[in-house]
């Protein structure tokens, strides 16, 4: 199992807390020092809507301007595969292919227990 986002991220930490605490193991991939390609994303977005996967809360959307821009679905595609940060976090990819977008304790608890 795989785990994207960046280390400083209040939910990648939540989500490491919660594999470490029953003692899953997770791979952690950060964004920053291995980014991910177009081909993960277009991976991920053949089992995920677009709109989950694109963070309009993070401090990239807010600094690129993106906000006040009009974008097609290309386009925002095109931004996650340039800037890895506009990724929502964590993106959890399991060994079965399902992939978990955010921390929800909740639904991790549902999923592994």
Wanted: net charge positive; aromatic share 10%.
């Amino acid at each position: 199992m795989r785990l994207y986002g960046i280390r400083n991220c209040d939910s990648v930490r939540k989500a490491l807390r919660f594999f470490k605490e029953r003692g899953i193991d997770v791979a952690f991939i950060d964004f920053k020092e291995h980014p991910v390609g177009c081909e993960t994303l277009d991976r991920w977005l053949e089992k995920i809507p677009l709109q989950t996967l694109f963070n309009t809360r993070s401090a990239t959307y807010r600094n690129l301007g993106l906000k006040t821009t009009a974008q097609d679905d290309e386009a925002r595609r095109a931004w996650l595969c340039r800037e890895n940060t506009l990724i929502k976090r964590p993106v959890v990819e399991t060994d079965d292919g399902h992939i978990l977008v955010g921390f929800d304790e909740q639904r991790y608890k549902e999923r592994f227990g």
